[in-house]
């Protein structure tokens, strides 16, 4: 079987983000933001592409601060269309306004995005994409599982014998504190 783990092995874009970032939980409003963006950037295209890429989406999106996003207006759309360094597709752009929109509302209702995923969690994968289908923009079924699985609420990130599986349950992602 072969998997993002044998993928990321000794590659040097894959494998700091296989090491340091994927299945680990995220507590950072923006850095849960920066994963939701770039989950529903890479949609029909390789994740590889995106993490060329996650750099310039961090300065085109002014660092994920969601109060700034949920700002943009017509002017910040067009920048984000003609900036090269990210995927200039205008449903995504749009989503991405909208999601911040959509995570400031969901700050009021419960203080930060993070306890907003620990309000529903646990749930299977059909629950949660129902949920984030209802809740935000762009987000599909492989959408919603790469994010979940990504930030520590879904298993899957790394195979028993990857050596980062260790790390990763030591860290104590959401999904090893279900029942």
């Known amino acids: 079987m072969t998997g993002y783990c044998e993928a ?12 340091r970032d994927y299945g680990f939980s995220l507590r950072d409003d923006a850095a849960l933001f920066e994963r939701l963006v770039l989950e529903i950037n890479q949609a029909g295209l390789s994740w590889l592409t995106i993490l060329k890429k996650r750099a310039s989406f961090h300065a085109a999106y002014d660092g994920f601060d969601i109060d700034k996003v949920a700002r943009y207006g017509a002017r910040q759309q067009a920048r984000l269309m003609a900036d090269a360094g990210i995927i200039r ?25 993070a306890a907003w995923l620990d309000a529903h969690h646990p749930q299977d994968l059909e629950a949660w994409v129902k949920l984030m289908k209802r809740t935000f923009r762009f987000t599909g079924g492989e959408i919603v599982r790469e994010f979940l699985v990504s930030t520590g609420y879904l298993p899957g990130a790394h195979a028993p014998r990857c050596p980062i599986y260790v790390r990763a349950l030591k860290a104590k992602p959401p999904w090893t504190r279900v029942g």
């Open 8 to 19: 990321a092995v000794d590659y040097p874009i894959h494998g700091p983000y296989h090491d």
């Open 89 to 113: 597709n205008r449903l995504k752009i749009e989503a991405a306004i909208e999601n911040a929109k959509r995570l400031q509302a969901i700050r009021e209702s419960h203080g930060s995005f």
